[in-house]
């Protein structure tokens, strides 16, 4: 069973604060993927990576920043939180090759900006 | 560009009678496409995802048939259960680079009642 963790569970931050939030996997897969989700909206991607040392921009990255400093870890960064990046957040890590694209989710975390 | 559309936010049933959510997609090139389940306070996992052969795939009771014609992939199942409740999100894969991108539609809600 694919295995993807998320620190902190949840989390409460003051506007123009920092936040980090963790994500590590131990499926060995070289992508990974951080969305958040909202009503209304559904998962949107944020930010994702090929491999260590890589990141890239998804379809929503601004106020956000990504590192991926090993195989396994993949932080999502939030140099000023606002009270608009309150949100549930999901941390994923897949394979892509030939028509195989599955997506392996990890628990969340519940992140509040006051 | 890919796009994914899922156009009832909740559906109500009853228990026993027939599931049918809707997902419509547009996309470049031959597409790929998934069915996740959310259930409360659990992380998205995959209920089903396409064939390139035109098998139609089951799971859990759950199938969908990929319609190239009309751009469809709607889920189905014959009885509604009560452990059915749950959020789904249709997903297509990205037909570009071998990233493992999916663009998610904004999810529907199934509520089933005894």
């Known amino acids: 069973e694919a295995a993807v963790t998320q620190s902190p569970r949840n989390k409460v931050a003051v506007t123009g604060g920092k936040v980090t939030l963790s994500c590590n996997q131990t499926n060995n897969h070289n992508n990974m993927y951080w969305y958040r989700q909202d009503t209304g909206h559904g998962l949107r991607l944020i930010h994702y990576s090929y491999g260590a040392g890589s990141t890239e921009k998804g379809d929503i990255p601004d106020g956000y920043k990504a590192s991926r400093p090993s195989q396994e870890n993949f932080s999502l960064i939030l140099e000023l939180a606002t009270p608009s990046q309150t949100s549930v957040y999901f941390c994923?890590?897949?394979?892509?090759?030939?028509?195989?694209?599955?997506?392996?989710f990890g628990p969340g975390t519940r992140l509040t900006v006051l | 560009g890919d796009s994914v559309t899922q156009t009832e936010g909740l559906v109500t049933l009853t228990e026993g009678l027939p599931v049918m959510l809707n997902c419509t997609y547009q996309?470049?090139?031959?597409?790929?496409l998934f069915w996740y389940v959310q259930h409360l306070n659990e992380a998205p996992k995959l209920l089903l995802k396409s064939f390139t052969d035109n098998k139609r795939p089951e799971h859990q009771g759950f199938h969908a048939t990929l319609h190239k014609s009309s751009s469809s992939f709607h889920l189905q199942k014959s009885s509604a259960q009560l452990s059915d409740s749950a959020l789904y999100y249709c997903a297509l894969r990205d037909t570009g680079a071998n990233t493992g991108k999916l663009t998610f539609g904004h999810g529907t809600i199934l509520r089933v009642h005894p």
């Open positions: 994923a890590s897949g394979e892509d090759w030939g028509n195989y694209a599955e997506q392996f």
């Open positions: 996309s470049t090139y031959s597409p790929f």
